[in-house]
């Protein structure tokens, strides 16, 4: 069986049109954001979406629960598609929706879209007070269930904090390095190579507002930073989350960045000039071009197997080890659990 | 393994000491209550109550969600809880969350209590229209996923409509044949042998206003009815559904009759004279006293295979065949699906 291609990232507009491309580019599991403001009511129906799509293109895509799908998906020529949530109010005030999320099928969850959330501090606040008592207790329990800590729009000392209170590593699913390319949404080496030491991963996203030049960011000026970053974290901890918006309504980014929360409009990354999303890069289209990204990475001298991890292979890894209970607390026998330190 | 005992029909104030009644008893897997006319969040909130128990008390209780879950609850000596639900409340309108209350673990609906629901007729109301137009799109998703329908507190006619539509067999899981105790709730023959030609389950319900003489009623009367129903339904549709309301506080029957639904108050089974829980007959005091039954049917001629069956080997047969999506639509191969015809 090859190494997996897997992108741990995406909100697209989701169609048959999408679903094809996924095939297409041979991508066999993606983390799909789910829900970003929605309630937990909200977000079960977003699933019960979900749930029609799996119905209806069944040779296509498959609900993915544990790493070992991602491997079925391959025997049958389909997708995985993994849930995430990239804000916690799909859990409201209630710890108990963690597990049932979980349940639910949810892998990831972000302890902070943009703002403050009822856990920790997002990385446009002008504070960061780091984790909060409920956030402490909700970290705890995602370690208890499964349900992996994504701390990609979070700031800087809730990052840190998170990733010293978590019994188990956690992810950057979708940002890059801020040494490259200095925005909000970015990372400080501190963190990433706090990330890295325990076991943690990062997910390089093609969002353009995160690259350098944005849409207009060369393949090698990408895979480059790509190859000084597994200098910094070890080439293992390192994956794709694409940050694919494709198809969507610029009412959609609204959403994102503005929710309910004000009644003025926050353009984010944006601006008023250039409220919507961005285009891709040209060699970043969509799911097709996973291709490009891997004969960047062989361009400036990365091996077969690294590009293979980087590809996929890494996420199968931290998939395998993070989506259920800790080995310890099941009667069978389960996979091995603990912070890994870095290779490199 | 010896053939297990299960009760398809429970609703206690849940407590250690109840569980551990369930152990002194025998009890190897039990259908519990977990929502009457709570909305879809407010059955989640029971769920996550129950996932907190399944917590604190690992050494006595375990979640099921499969049949298989029963065998290995007997080898483990706990007991595998299976919810249900004995209203649709907890699917709102939406079709879509039957699915997602399936991946909750929820096994068993009624289509109705005592009332009109969106999907059929409930037995205490005075005109029966037999199932709804959504009532019989839920049918179809509910043998799609295996949801079984469960039909104790419906109507005549709307239950002969839900033996018709339903490609998978139904149940009703705690009530009695009305030509012994003719009460609202308890079933005429015509559907008690129809239910059992479609490959349906009774569960016997020990709950006294379903009872000959109430709380008074004998064992030898209950097991001497209970062969009777043998005769007429054959003796592998039939099991034990309780219908134990332990250590409830009268308020909490005064919700299941009224809900939310009337300003006035609703006796339901009881009257204002006695509005509150009856007692139980002196040999059914909690799950300790299954071996009482188990007697009384030995009493009555019947042989240690068929009390077997009785006691819960019938309801592991159905459980095998209808907790799950029918074999058809799995790639794996899985248990055989199909409507039985009774065999006696």
């Given amino acids: 069986m090859p190494s997996p291609c897997i992108d741990c990232l995406q909100y697209a507009n989701w169609s048959e049109k999408v679903f094809q491309q996924m095939r297409a580019g041979g991508v066999d599991a993606v983390h799909v954001t789910i829900t970003y403001h929605e309630t937990f009511r909200e977000t079960v129906a977003?699933?019960?979406?979900?749930?029609?799509?799996?119905?209806?293109?069944?040779?296509?895509i498959m609900h993915g629960r544990e790493a070992t799908d991602i491997r079925r998906a391959q025997e049958t020529g389909r997708t995985a598609i993994f849930f995430g949530s990239q804000n916690p109010s799909c859990m409201e005030?209630?710890?108990?929706?963690?597990?049932?999320?979980?349940?639910?099928?949810?892998?990831?969850?972000q302890l902070t879209y943009n703002n403050q959330s009822l856990l920790a501090t997002?990385?446009?606040?002008?504070?960061?007070?780091g984790l909060t008592r409920m956030g402490r207790a909700v970290v705890a329990e995602m370690n208890r269930v499964g349900?992996?800590?994504d701390m990609s729009?979070?700031?800087?000392?809730?990052?840190?904090?998170a990733i010293e209170?978590?019994?188990?590593p956690i992810t950057i699913t979708h940002a890059n390095p801020a040494n490259w390319h200095p925005a909000l949404r970015n990372k400080s080496d501190a963190v990433l190579k706090s990330l890295a030491e325990s076991g943690g991963m990062l997910g390089f996203s093609l969002y353009p507002h995160h690259l350098a030049n944005g849409s207009e960011c060369s393949l090698e000026d990408f895979c480059a930073m790509v190859a000084r970053t597994a200098d910094l974290m070890g080439v293992d901890r390192l994956g794709i989350g694409s940050d694919l918006c494709q198809d969507q309504h610029d009412s959609v980014v609204s959403w994102m960045r503005n929710g309910r929360w004000t009644k003025n409009t926050d353009h984010g990354e944006g601006s008023a000039a250039m409220a919507g999303f961005p285009p891709q890069p040209q060699w970043f289209r969509d799911n097709r071009d996973f291709s490009n990204i891997a004969e960047g990475l062989a361009d400036?001298?990365?091996?077969?197997?690294?590009?293979?991890?980087i590809l996929g292979g890494n996420w199968l890894d931290f998939f395998t080890d993070n989506f259920a209970a800790p080995a310890a607390s099941e009667p069978e026998a389960g996979p091995v659990f603990g912070k890994r330190s870095a290779t490199a």
């Fill in 147 to 149: 349900l992996v800590i």
């Fill in 153 to 161: 729009h979070s700031s800087e000392r809730s990052t840190l904090e």
């Fill in 93 to 109: 005030d209630d710890i108990g929706l963690v597990e049932v999320l979980h349940t639910l099928g949810l892998r990831f969850m």
């Fill in 122 to 129: 997002g990385c446009y606040e002008a504070e960061d007070t």
């Fill in 165 to 168: 209170a978590s019994t188990r």
């Fill in 46 to 60: 977003n699933i019960a979406t979900w749930n029609r799509y799996f119905e209806q293109f069944p040779d296509l």
């Fill in 300 to 309: 400036v001298g990365m091996s077969q197997s690294e590009i293979d991890g």
